[in-house]
């Protein structure tokens, strides 16, 4: 038995369509909006990031064998719960590097050029005038890349052709991409004071929580410009709202936020047991950061193309057909 959660309508004849004689069950919810299932016989969940994992969702399925996320960070999953239960967490590594690149860069666009400024007096004012409108050229800056895995590698390729000085940072230096892009490597501390716009694009784990936070976002060049399309607790939410209000960093534009569930299901979080002090505050900072009119916010649809969701797709139900034929692939856990 297959529980599908999150997906869109058109997802289930084709879903359904590659697994003949499985029986499968789809929830166009999330896992968390269907609090009272339980299923004793399910071996497989299919969910996406906004499906958490933990013990108590866990407990519901207890005969579950395999867990596909259609999703590239698995940080959403308990993998020491699911390691305790002998489940196996396989996820998508590659789907799109091109495609949140490319956002990426959408998003320094729009910062650089007030295009969202320029839209709404357009559109919502009626005044059809660029004054107060200036914008700045990317050619000559420089972008500082935290982490040059496949879509870091993207962003340096991208940057390059906008003649962008790039330098980066990662914790796993390679010296291979370093030569052929022909950029350097850096510390952390020394990016940030040198960059003009700093973009994510690290992996959320327990090394990267608040990888951007109040100690370091002091040694920020004044006036740089942060983008984050990789996950929003890499950056200490009440740092970067101190940041923008003290004019060290100029703007923002995040595509990822630090308590997202807590925006995309307010009244469940509001009336949810107990909801800790640090994240009513986070919840506040990110409405801070949604109103903010030097932050563009956007929800969480970096990844999310014709393209790169049918490889998404593609990539989850060959996970769930090789665990089936006893090979499993993308194994994280």
């Not at 299923?39 to 867990?67: H, Y």
């Not at 002090?277 to 969480?300: C, G, Q, S």
Request: aromatic residues 8%.
């Amino acid at each position: 038995m297959i529980h599908y959660f999150s997906g869109e309508p058109w997802e289930e004849d084709y879903v359904r369509g590659k697994f003949a004689g499985e029986e499968i069950s789809f929830h166009q919810g999330t896992l968390a909006a269907s609090p009272d299932l339980a299923d004793p016989n399910a071996q497989v969940l299919c969910t996406f990031i906004d499906s958490p994992i933990g013990k108590a969702e866990l407990d519901r399925f207890p005969a579950l064998k395999l867990i596909a996320t259609r999703s590239t960070g698995f940080d959403h999953i308990d993998l020491a719960e699911t390691r305790k239960r002998g489940i196996v967490v396989a996820n998508v590594p590659f789907y799109g590097e091109n495609t949140v690149a490319e956002f990426a860069f959408a998003l320094l666009l729009a910062l650089s050029r007030r295009i969202i400024d320029a839209d709404e007096r357009v559109r919502e004012a009626g005044t059809f005038s660029p004054i107060g409108l200036r914008g700045f050229d990317l050619a000559g800056k420089t972008l500082g890349v935290v982490g040059t895995g496949h879509i870091g590698a993207h962003v340096i390729r991208m940057a390059k052709g906008f003649g962008m000085k790039v330098i980066c940072f990662d914790a796993y230096p390679n010296a291979d991409l370093s030569h052929t892009l022909d950029f350097p490597y850096v510390s952390l501390q020394e990016l940030l004071a040198t960059s003009d716009i700093i973009t994510l694009h690290v992996p959320y784990n327990k090394e990267t929580h608040h990888l951007i936070s109040r100690e370091n976002l002091a040694q920020v060049k004044k006036g740089a410009y942060l983008i984050n399309t990789a996950r929003g607790a890499v950056v200490e939410t009440a740092a970067l709202v101190e940041a923008l209000q003290s004019g060290a960093v100029a703007g923002a534009a995040l595509d990822v936020l630090e308590e997202e569930g807590a925006l995309s299901d307010e009244a469940a979080f509001l009336t949810s047991d107990h909801p800790s002090e640090e994240r009513m505050k986070t919840a506040l900072a990110d409405h801070y950061l949604i109103n903010h009119p030097r932050v563009i916010v956007t929800p969480h649809l970096a990844f999310n193309t014709i393209e790169a969701v049918r490889r998404i797709l593609d990539t989850s139900i060959e996970n769930i057909q090789n665990f089936i034929k006893g090979s499993p692939t993308n194994v994280v856990s």
